[in-house]
């Protein structure tokens, strides 16, 4: 996979498992920021308030550089954990489960609690379609008309994306690149005459 890749759901999905009355229903979702998260976490909740534990892992970053699971009341270790080692063995990241637990009235101890919600996260990824993102930063270009030419020519030889354009005195261009193609780019465009500036911005 190349270093500006990953893996991660197109869509939510979701899994069901059960075990001596006890009904784990678990919930996948593409997230891409921690606000996105707390969203969910509180509709989730909201929606199934009735339920004994809402339990979670989530990953966000190419190298899983932050990440959280949260056991939500049960054993220390028996649901937050397993939920994240899913997600860690499918090598799967920007992903949030989510398993709900309705208590059937029998304990399960802690290595059924942990199986229980094991295999609840692992259903709602088997039901999930996964596929491979590429990691893309905009790339804003103020330059004078006359660089109009070569620029272009650039953007058709590298096959880059405009996703908009200002063309008149003073012209202003953003482009899609990907992330590991993000240096040779600039370093190529800053070499063109009548460029102003070309600079990184946020969507």
């Known amino acids: 996979m190349s270093p500006d890749t990953f893996q991660t ?3 939510p999905s979701e ?4 075990e001596k009355g006890s009904r784990f229903i678990s919930f996948a979702y593409p997230v891409n920021s921690e606000d996105e998260i707390k969203s969910i976490l509180a509709e989730i909740r909201k929606e199934h308030f009735s339920a004994r534990h809402c339990c979670y892992a989530w990953s966000l970053g ?3 550089e932050r ?8 054993p220390s270790g028996t649901a937050g954990r397993p939920i994240f ?6 090598k799967l990241t920007n992903l949030l489960v989510v398993v709900v637990r309705y208590f059937g009235g029998t304990l399960l101890g802690v290595s059924g609690l942990i199986q229980a919600y094991k295999q609840a996260a692992g259903d709602a990824l ?3 379609i996964i596929f491979t993102k590429t990691v893309e930063h905009l790339l804003e270009i103020a330059f004078e008309y006359q660089a109009m030419n070569s620029l272009m020519q650039l953007i058709k030889e590298d096959q880059l994306e405009i996703v908009s354009s200002r063309l008149d005195l003073k012209c202003l261009i953003r482009l899609k690149v990907r992330a590991a193609r993000l240096e040779s780019v600039e370093s190529r465009i800053n070499n063109i005459t009548g460029i102003l500036d070309c600079r990184m911005v946020l969507e």
Do not use: V
Request: glycine fraction near 14%; hydrophobic fraction near 25%.
């Open 9 to 11: 759901i197109a869509q």
């Open 62 to 64: 190419m190298d899983h």
């Open 85 to 90: 080692g899913q997600i860690q063995s499918g």
């Open 126 to 128: 088997s039901n999930a």
């Open 67 to 74: 990440y959280r699971f949260n056991d939500d009341g049960e």
């Open 15 to 18: 899994g069901l498992y059960k």
